[in-house]
Structure formats: C-alpha cells, structure tokens
C-alpha cells in the first residue's frame, strides 16, 4: 500500500470492529488489520436491533452493504413516518392487558446476530488483513510525543505492532485494562483507585433468560400468535419479556430479564464496594424447565411462547463503569469495551456502530497525520462520551420502567419510555460529526 500515513490495528471482530475497518476502507492512506480473539469470526447470541438513527450511519457505508442488510432485516421497509414499532402489555396475571404501543419515527431492524454479523465481514475490504486466534495480553505505547510503534502482545506468545489502537474487544477488553493501567500510573491515591476500579465488569444486578423460538412450531400452537408479526413487550414486576421474529420470520427471539431493583437502581454510582457479583457463570446452559420456570404466572401469549422453548441460555448482564476517557495516546476504545450497557434500548450494537464511523471519520479526516492522531482521538473522545453514557443511563431507566420499578402510573407509562427514548429516532450523529470537522478543521 503506497502513502501510508499510519496503521491501525483493531482488537475485536464483532460489529464494532468491522464496521470501524469497513468504515476506514474508504480511506486508502491508513492500513488496518484486525485481530479476532475467537479461532473465527462469528458472532454469539440472538437477535439484535438496529434503530433509524444507527441505520442512517451504517447507509453511509455504501449502498450494497445498505441493501444487504435490509435483505436481512424482518419484516422492515424504510420510512420517515410514525409507525408502531413495539406491542406493551401488562402480562404477570392470567389475563393480560394492552398498555400502549411504542411510536417511532421508522422502524427497529431486527436480525439474527449472525446475520447481521456476516454482512459486515462479507464487506470487509482485500486490503484488510485479518487474523483469528490472536486475544490479546497487553500492549506497550512508547512515551509521547514519540511516534515509534505500538507493540502488541498476544495469548499465543507471537507480538505484532501498529500505529493506533482500537479495542473492540468488548466487555472484558484487555486492551481497556491495559489503558487505565496506564492512566493510573500518572495518578496516586484515590485518583490511581478510581482509574483501576473501572478495568472490571459490573454486574448490573440483571439476568437474561435468551432463546430462539421455531415460529413453525409455535403457529402449530397459535397460528395467529402476535409474536408472529410484531415485537411485544411482556411487564411484570421484577420481570419481563421481549419477543420478536427475525431470520425473516422463520425464529421468534425470545428473551426475559428479571432484575434485582437495589443494584439496577445503584448502577453507574462511583462506589461500587456495596455491589455483589454474580455467583457463577456469565453465560450458561439451561433446560426448557429451567429456562421457563421465572416465567411462571405469565398470561396466555407467554404460556404459549414458554412452550415452545427446548433449551436456552441465561446471561448474567455486565456492565462497564463510565470510564474517565475513551483513548489514550494513541489508543482508543470503541462500543462494549467503552460503555457496556443494559440491553433495554436494543442500542449497544447501534452505539458500537455510531463509535466506529465517528472514529474513522476523525482518523480519516485530511488533517490527521502519525503526530495528530491524539488530537482526533480527543476529538472522539470529547464527542462521543458523554453521548453513549446518556444512552447508557437511558437503557437502564428503561430497564426499570419495563420492570415495574420506577413510581410511575401504567397510565403514564408509554409516554415516560417514549420520552427516554426518542433520542434513537428523532436524533442523527451527522449533528456531531459536524462539530468534530469544524474542530479538525480549525486546526488543520
């Protein structure tokens, strides 16, 4: 590659990580390589959901990966109208009732994981190299303003090197530990604490109960099962319940939080010597029993759904403390290894697609050489921040307005979630992305 101006290794192969290479390969002048801690790049879990504002970026990415992904998408039509996206029932009673329909300005994208996961390596570039097997151990960034490489080093013992960092290696991010180690080294004291207190998963005080649903097997039982054709949402107190199809119709994702109200409700706080762990595996097998025995008490439509259920698995759902920085030097943290968030806005995967095009928009911009790019990750980091831990804030608000904990009439409650949460629609990063061009631009 001719004129490089610098390399750019990325630590992590999910959603982040290639949207952010996918996002640079409209830059010729900067090298990337991604390094996968898996022996593949593959995605777990089930669905994910992508709002109009995240969409929007990731249609910047060329109108084939745009058409790709709608191909993919259930049941979706873009639109700038008001539809309903979402179904609200109170349903931890025999009979349950409608509460409200979700309005949005455009509609939830709803994937399967791996769907959604194998457009972006599909559209990788030929001139990204990537690697698999590669989890990291450390990395060593030579003192500023030096320019020498960073040296990357791996579980496998082998090293390799890079001009800027990413990691995209989500929630335990090695390369998030390695960083605020660095920071504390400047620091003392409580200063020093405060910085290392924020390399370890939180656990959020939540538990996810997630599955894949045969909708065959499910319209055998309910043909007109609303699951089938639209996104419900089931409250109880303590509890509730998410379903949707995705894969075009052939699966209905199915899953169930139950939340411990005094850690959601502590979560975020500075201290955290009052939080508990989570006692045993994060991520863990269940039988159809006890995937569906939480459950129990639930209306009709959710009996239903249960009985379809043949296994599953519960996540114990972590979070990450707001950190003091996003980057550092010449590294940068980008969706889960910066601000893991509760699952209640469907909009960690959209907050790890608005971090990787806003940072390789800034890397990209003409202004940023080898010696600027700390500014450009200050840029980032001064932008985005503060943006993704008011989202993070909001998902867990929504989490406790779902469950029923929040002291708020059912009367009230669709306007209260609509009003947390129409930042996903009614917002776009185009606003951001302005200031940080009118930024670098001013100092080219």
């Known amino acids: 590659m001719a004129n490089v101006k610098f390399k750019i290794a990325i630590c992590g192969g999910g959603v982040g990580g290639l949207t952010l290479a996918v996002a640079l390969s409209k830059y010729p002048d900067i090298e990337v390589e991604v390094f996968e801690a898996a022996k593949c790049f593959t995605e777990i879990g089930a669905g994910v959901g992508i709002w109009p ?57 709803r994937f399967h994981r791996a769907d959604f996961h194998g457009v972006l390596l599909s559209y990788l570039p030929k001139s990204c190299k990537t690697h698999s097997g590669k989890r990291l151990v450390s990395y060593t960034q030579p003192t500023l303003p030096s320019n020498s490489p960073i040296t990357l080093t791996f579980a496998d013992g082998t090293t390799a090197s890079c001009d800027v960092l990413v990691g995209a290696d989500g929630i335990k991010s090695p390369v998030r530990g390695c960083m605020m180690r660095e920071i504390a080294q400047n620091l003392s004291g409580e200063a020093a604490t405060a910085v290392l207190s924020c390399i370890d998963p939180i656990w959020s005080g939540t538990t996810a109960y997630r599955t894949l649903i045969c909708a065959d097997k499910l319209r055998a039982l309910q043909p007109n099962h609303r699951a089938l054709r639209e996104a419900t949402m089931y409250l109880g107190k303590d ?34 010597s009052h939080r508990r762990p989570f006692e045993g595996q994060w991520v863990g097998e269940l039988t159809a029993k006890e995937f569906t025995d939480p459950f129990e008490g639930f209306e009709e439509d959710v009996k239903l759904l249960l009985e379809c259920v043949e296994k599953g698995t519960l996540w114990a759902v972590h979070t990450v403390k707001h950190l003091p920085t996003h980057c550092y030097g010449r590294v940068a943290l980008l969706g889960d290894a910066a601000h893991a968030m509760m699952p209640f806005q469907g909009s960690g995967a959209g907050q790890s697609v608005e971090d990787a095009y806003f940072l390789a928009t800034v890397l990209g911009h003409p202004s940023t050489t080898l010696e600027t790019v700390p500014r450009a990750l200050a840029v980032y980091d001064k932008l985005r921040r503060p943006f993704s831990s008011d989202v993070a804030l909001r998902s867990k608000l929504n989490g406790q307005l779902c469950a029923l904990q929040e002291d708020v009439p059912l009367s009230k409650l669709g306007e209260t979630l609509t009003k947390n949460w129409e930042w996903a629609w009614l917002s776009e990063l185009d606003d951001t992305l302005e200031d940080a061009m009118k930024i670098l631009d001013s100092t080219s």
């Open 53 to 109: 504002r995240a969409f929007k970026v990731l249609r910047k990415l060329g109108a084939d990966l745009e058409q790709a992904l709608l191909s993919r998408a259930t049941d979706y039509e873009w639109t700038e109208e008001f539809v309903p996206s979402m179904n609200y029932r109170k349903s931890d009673q025999s009979d349950g009732a409608e509460l409200f329909k979700l309005m949005t300005k455009g509609d939830l994208m």
């Open 239 to 272: 509890v509730f319940i998410l379903a949707y199809p995705i894969s075009q119709g052939r699966y209905i994702n199915f899953a169930g939080f139950i939340l411990c109200a005094d850690l959601v409700s502590t979560a975020y706080q500075e201290d955290t």
